[in-house]
């Protein structure tokens, strides 16, 4: 992981632990599509709240890899139920950092499930040295950068965008 000092860069910004979740992610340029949609969603004021929160937080190319015209659909005014959904679906209740969501998974042979704010549980595993989440839908995601810690909580960063059942 990059740093500047001693805070960790995502896309090209210093993630200060001293601000929220939101605040961090809007200085990032990797995560303007998550930005965009936290804000469609009105959970900008959530996720800026006291917390603790883990999330888990899709890039911009995270989000690309959804079928065309999905992000477009849901950042709609008429979608933001759908939206919310996806969005909380990536949150867990908790304040997680990677060494605990490691011994989790190891203390729970191999598969640790943890619910979220959404209300559907996600599964973590380790795929060698790196720690993965499956959906309900069996799609997984990977944590390409763990432990940004944040006021509110904790931010890992993931590849792609979990799916509740919707």
Request: net charge negative.
């Amino acid at each position: 992981m990059q740093m500047a000092g001693d805070m960790p860069m995502v896309g090209g910004a210093p993630m200060d632990p001293q601000k929220t979740i939101i605040e961090n992610a809007s200085a990032a340029d990797n995560l303007t599509t998550l930005v965009a949609a936290v804000k469609a969603a009105g959970l900008a004021e959530t996720l800026s709240g006291d917390g603790p929160f883990t999330v888990l937080v899709p890039t911009n190319a995270a989000f690309a890899k959804l079928p065309a015209g999905t992000v477009d659909d849901l950042l709609k005014p008429d979608n933001r139920d759908k939206l919310t959904k996806i969005l909380t679906y990536h949150v867990v209740p908790a304040n997680a950092g990677s060494e605990a969501t490691m011994q989790m998974i190891e203390d729970d042979g191999g598969k640790h499930r943890a619910k979220t704010v959404e209300g559907e549980e996600i599964t973590f595993a380790m795929d060698g040295d790196k720690i993965v989440v499956m959906d309900a839908s069996g799609g997984t995601a990977t944590v390409t950068e763990a432990d940004v810690m944040v006021s509110n909580g904790v931010v890992h960063v993931i590849d792609t965008v979990l799916m509740p059942k919707l």
